[in-house]
Antibody, heavy 124, light 107 residues
Framework: QLQLQESGPGLVKPSETLSLTCTVS??????????WGWIRQPPGKGLEWMGS???????YYNPSLKSRVTISVDTPKNRFSLKLSSVTATDTAVYYC????????????????WGRGTLVTVSS | DIQMTQSPSSLSASVGDRVTVTCRAS??????LNWYQQKPGKAPKLLIY???SLQSGVPSRFSGSGSGTDFTLTISSLQPEDFATYYC?????????FGLGTKVEIK
């Protein structure tokens, strides 16, 4: 059964770059059936889609974050990563990696499998 | 961006009640509307996709309806494990936005 697991530092200083990795187990990230995304949730607040990637490397970003976000895929290691630059306290959130299905032309943009999430706090 | 507005923001209900949560989009999104359930400290779980398609493994007491701008999630008979926060999400266009959630609490 496919599982997703986020990993990375739980504390990042303001102005630095947040880096997280999502490791896919029980299946291949190179499947042409799925896309892989990042979604975050500030404490006590709602959900925000940050961006997604296909195994080929094609990326899709939330325009509000596009200047600060980079998502990459490492197919040999079966994982994908998130980098968010110039972080501030407003970037404090639980960060989830998630899967969504590929369609005939593009992706289906609903998330059918999620990691457990990891809390990242931005503080000096 | 497409804004998703959920109502109510919270509700109290009893086991066995029929519960309805509403989601309104700021523009027409056809049937590209999805529903998630989130329990405290857990990741969201997909319940309904494309407005009315039940995700595999989700109990049939959950149903979704609507198209255009107005959508509904219905729980036909609320069970103890259904007390949670429910989010709608549009998958019509980027950025793929979520509502602020409806918290279903025990009366």
């Amino acid at each position: 059964q496919l599982q997703l697991q986020e990993s990375g530092p739980g504390l990042v200083k303001p102005s630095e770059t947040l880096s997280l990795t999502c490791t896919v187990s029980g299946g291949s990230i190179s499947s042409n059936t799925y896309y892989w995304g990042w979604i975050r949730q500030p404490p006590g607040k709602g959900l925000e889609w940050m961006g997604s990637i296909y195994y080929s490397g094609n990326t899709y970003y939330n325009p509000s974050l596009k200047s600060r976000v980079t998502i990459s895929v490492d197919t040999p290691k079966n994982r994908f990563s998130l980098k968010l630059s110039s972080v501030t306290a407003t970037d404090t959130a639980v960060y989830y990696c998630a899967r969504h299905r590929a369609g005939v032309v593009t992706a289906h943009w609903y998330f059918d499998l999620w990691g457990r999430g990891t809390l990242v706090t931005v503080s000096s | 961006d497409i804004q998703m507005t959920q109502s109510p923001s919270s509700l109290s209900a009893s086991v066995g009640d029929r519960v309805t949560v509403t989601c309104r989009a700021s523009q027409s999104i056809s049937r590209y509307l999805n529903w998630y359930q989130q329990k405290p400290g857990k990741a969201p779980k997909l319940l309904i996709y494309d407005a009315s398609s039940l995700q595999s493994g989700v109990p049939s007491r959950f149903s979704g309806s609507g198209s255009g701008t107005d959508f509904t999630l219905t729980i036909s008979s609320l069970q103890p494990e259904d007390f949670a926060t429910y989010y709608c999400q549009q998958s019509y266009g980027s950025p793929y936005t979520f509502g602020l959630g409806t918290k279903v609490e025990i009366k």
